[in-house]
């Protein structure tokens, strides 16, 4: 079955950094575009980046763009999460996402959770002193 598996959260100081990682199996993720959300606490879930299936198309949210660098992998059925100068504000618990449809990547779509279909667990990032 489908899986999705997230890993490399943790607490970290700000102006610090964390990559996260998402472990894909169940599927075969070239078909696919992955998306990262994140959800703080009272907070609903936001979009952070996506990344087409084969890598060549990425987007961000504005609040993300040169700090956090989305990735993958596709002989490793990887996608990581770059995060650099992290925030106090970038605490949340982050989740991948596989998109619903295959060979889908179209700007506004793929910012919207209800594109995707499968997600994971998530990890918690927490940015503190």
């Known amino acids: 079955q489908v899986q999705l598996v997230e890993s490399g959260g943790g607490l970290v100081q700000p102006g610090g950094s964390l990559r996260l990682s998402c472990a894909a199996s169940g599927f075969t993720l070239d078909y696919y575009a992955i998306g990262w959300f994140r959800q703080a606490p009272g907070k609903e879930r936001e979009f952070v980046a996506t990344?087409?299936?084969?890598?060549?198309?990425?987007y961000y949210a504005d609040s993300m763009k040169g700090r956090f660098t989305i990735s993958r992998d596709n002989a490793k059925n990887t996608v990581d999460l770059q995060m650099n100068s992290l925030k106090p504000e970038d605490t949340a618990v982050y989740y991948c996402?596989?998109?619903?449809?295959?060979?889908?990547?179209?700007?506004?779509?793929?910012?919207?959770?209800?594109?995707?279909?499968?997600w994971g667990q998530g990890t918690q990032v927490t940015v503190s002193s």
């Open positions: 990344i087409s299936w084969a890598g060549g198309n990425t």
């Open positions: 996402a596989r998109s619903a449809l295959p060979y889908a990547f179209t700007i506004p779509t793929m910012i919207r959770f209800d594109s995707y279909g499968y």
